[in-house]
């Protein structure tokens, strides 16, 4: 999400009155989105689809080629569907209200991340997890980008990555070994960040297939996603020690102290969002999804409200200022990134619509397929298909949409979902196109391939086969 924010300062007026017609398109997404869903009100979601539409034309002057590709993407698609399709109005309707919730929530996601950035406590556990000693340091950096991710979304990338840099500079100033160290301290962030989202609370992955595909338990999915997570982690630490078994540092790094009232207040802000999120799926009788997009906004607030404590002119004052540069500044920024997302969704929705799902099922024989061979082949044809620059996301999206129409399901509902979040863990370090790796070696100078085929394609190679084991023991070898 943060990657594609641009700063304005200086900026002539009428582009600054573009970003603003740009923001006010996006804040209505966010509340007709939200609105739509509290009240089942379809002209309400008719016209959060059309603020969809309207953000996608006032957004055009920040478009490359990505954002270009996949709308005329959609438009072809959306031809093929009047054509082709039985029912286009409803085929249409469901992509776009896709569109729209993926839309509302990246943008409410990046509420957190707004927060989270200026957040002192959140720069310290960072700055502690950065300069750990090598014989925990791959532990403290997986596990400390997967659990920061929660709140910070892929903005922890633009986070840790110039953290880790500047840390392994400070420490040993012009050290050969030092491109050791960058690539061992970048692949485990990437890796931790990489499969967080087979149980973060907040991925997107998980939250959009949990609408795709009936009789998902969430519960049960992030349970078992945290202990394959685990597992993975310490695969990956094996991998990393045994590539870099020759390798042995000069000098004993120092411990650094923990903070420990640093980690208890990223703790509370966790349980904040979510004991949030709790209670308004009580009060609603909603989903978790419903929960989380009504606590953002809420959450974000009251962060800033508690970081502008003492400020000279008062905290209300102060997260006024504040939210007024994210409402209209930063949030025109993540436009880009918030059409490719609905693009994606809208894509995988049509194109899913569009393929005969139970002929297709029939050939390639998913009935007579075990449970467990199907769930693992999954991920491994989700990362095969990322090489053609389609987004994990468009992905999910595609085959969430295209198993969940069948009219019975090749495996357990839980399960399949899962599988295709870890389809989406597995392209973030195999392909050189995930938004992920674009990033980092936007930010840190690594060349994407470097990132996936040369520095993480045996533990990408490791953990798919891993997969394999995994659904076999959950399926009981069937």
């Not at 993926?102 to 556990?125: D, G, I, K, Y």
């Not at 993975?232 to 004993?252: H, N, S, W």
């Not at 993480?456 to 995994?470: I, Q």
Request: net charge positive; aromatic share 8%; hydrophobic share 55%.
């Amino acid at each position: 999400m943060s990657e594609s924010l641009r700063t304005t300062a200086g900026a002539p007026a009428q582009s600054a009155r573009g970003r603003l017609a740009v923001a006010v398109c996006l804040l209505a997404v966010m509340a007709l989105d939200l609105a739509a869903r509290l009240s089942g009100s379809g002209l309400i979601q008719l016209g959060a689809n059309a603020a969809v539409f309207a953000c996608a034309i006032a957004a055009v002057r920040d478009y490359g080629l990505r954002e270009i590709y996949l709308l005329s993407l959609c438009a072809v698609l959306a031809l093929m569907a009047a054509w082709l399709h039985p029912e286009p109005v409803a085929v249409l309707l469901s992509g776009l209200d896709q569109a729209s919730f993926l839309m509302a929530f990246l943008l409410l996601l990046n509420l957190l991340h707004e927060a989270a950035s200026t957040s002192p406590s959140v720069a310290r556990c960072g700055d502690y997890l950065t300069k750990q000693p090598p014989g925990r340091r791959y532990y403290a950096l997986n596990a400390g980008s997967a659990v920061m991710a929660v709140l910070f979304n892929v903005g922890v990338v633009s986070f840790l990555v110039p953290l880790i840099q500047r840390g392994i500079q400070s420490a040993t100033p012009g050290d050969a070994l030092n491109p050791i160290r960058e690539r061992r301290q970048l692949s485990a962030m990437l890796r931790g960040f990489a499969w967080c989202v087979i149980w973060s609370p907040t991925a997107i992955a998980p939250l959009a297939l949990m609408e795709l595909i009936p009789g998902t338990d969430r519960q049960l999915w992030i349970l078992i996603g945290a202990c394959i997570f685990l597992g993975l982690l310490v695969l990956g630490a094996l991998e990393d020690q045994i590539t870099f078994r020759a390798y042995k540092p000069q000098t004993r790094r120092q411990v650094p102290t923990l903070p420990r009232a640093a980690f208890l207040r990223f703790g509370l802000a966790c349980a904040w969002l979510f004991g949030m999120s709790a209670l308004v799926m009580w009060l609603s009788g909603e989903t978790v999804v419903f929960g989380l997009m009504v606590s953002c906004p809420v959450m974000l607030v009251g962060w800033l409200l508690v970081q502008n404590l003492g400020a000279p002119h008062g905290a209300l004052a102060a997260t006024a200022r504040r939210l007024d540069v994210i409402a209209f500044t930063n949030l025109a920024g993540a436009a880009p990134v918030a059409v490719t997302l609905a693009c994606s969704g809208f894509v995988g929705r049509v194109a899913a619509a569009l393929i005969p799902a139970q002929a297709w099922a029939r050939f390639l024989g998913l009935d007579a397929m075990p449970d467990f061979v199907f769930l693992a082949l999954l991920p491994a044809v989700i990362a095969l298909l990322s090489l053609l620059a389609l987004s994990p996301i468009m992905m999910a999206v595609f085959f969430g949409s295209l198993i969940g129409g069948l009219p019975v399901l090749p495996a357990d509902p839980t399960l399949i979902a899962l599988s295709i979040s870890c389809g989406w863990a597995l392209s973030m370090t195999f392909s050189p196109f995930a938004t992920v790796v674009l990033l980092i070696d936007r930010v840190s100078g690594i060349s994407s391939r470097d990132l996936t085929w040369g520095w993480n394609l045996v533990f990408t190679l490791l953990a798919a086969a891993a997969l394999v084991p995994v659904f076999a023991l959950l399926t009981g070898g069937r």
